[in-house]
């Protein structure tokens, strides 16, 4: 059974920063694309970024160029979203989601669980 799991979620203040670490099972992390989907409140899903399988390719939302990294780490089964000047607008759940692409915010099945994320002063 596949499972995503987020942790690393929190309440920050606006320019601060946040790392979110999601744990991957039940698949080989090595042989997929992974990405990072928010959902702020009232509002659809958003793809965030994506990195390809060996880390030599990394994409970005706009709205988020600049500030946000995303890394993996396959010997760990893990993928990372570090988050750094947040804004109010950051504000969202965030998912991690196997797969590459604006494409996985359609794919609610690829995605884990949630963590909130919350910027605020």
């Known amino acids: 059974e596949v499972q995503l799991v987020e942790s690393g979620g929190g309440v920050v203040q606006p320019g601060g920063s946040l790392r979110l670490t999601c744990v991957a099972s039940?698949?080989?992390?090595?042989?997929?694309?992974m990405s990072w989907v928010r959902q702020a409140p009232g509002k659809g899903p958003e793809w965030v970024s994506s990195?390809?399988?060996?880390?030599?390719?990394?994409y970005y939302a706009e709205s988020v160029k600049g500030r946000f990294t995303i890394s993996r780490n396959n010997s760990k089964n893990s993928v990372y979203l570090q988050m750094n000047n947040l804004k109010p607008e950051d504000t969202a759940l965030y998912y991690c989601?196997?797969?590459?692409?604006?494409?996985?915010?359609?794919?609610?099945?690829?995605w884990g669980q949630g963590i909130q994320v919350t910027v605020s002063s």
């Open positions: 989601a196997k797969g590459h692409g604006p494409a996985v915010a359609k794919r609610r099945s690829m």
């Open positions: 039940g698949f080989d992390l090595r042989t997929d694309d």
């Open positions: 990195i390809n399988t060996i880390s030599t390719a990394t």
